[in-house]
C-alpha cells in the first residue's frame, strides 16, 4: 500500500483517476492549483486506486494524503 501525498499546500483542481483505476508509477492521480499554477500529484508505484481521500475543490496541507494505491 502506498499513500500519495500532496507536495504543497493547494485546492484539488481535478481528479484524474477514480477508484478501481490501474495507475503505472509516475503517472498523475490528481493535480493542486496552488498560486495560480497547477502541480501534478503523482503515483510513486504501480497499482490500482484503493481511496480518494479528497474531492475536487478540497484545500489540502503539504503531506495531506490524497490518495491509496496497492
Do not use: C, H
Not at 502506498?2 to 498523475?28: F, H, P, R, T, Y
Not at 499554477?37 to 478540497?58: F, N, S, Y
Amino acid at each position: 500500500m502506498q499513500e500519495v501525498k500532496a507536495s504543497m499546500a493547494g485546492s484539488v483542481w481535478k481528479i484524474v483517476l477514480n477508484i478501481g483505476d490501474s495507475v503505472e508509477e509516475g503517472q498523475d492521480v490528481v493535480i493542486l492549483e496552488s498560486m495560480k499554477m497547477e502541480i501534478p500529484i503523482a503515483a510513486e508505484t504501480a497499482g490500482t486506486v484503493k481511496e480518494l481521500k479528497v474531492a475536487e475543490g478540497d484545500f489540502v496541507n503539504e503531506g495531506d494524503v490524497i490518495a491509496i494505491v496497492e
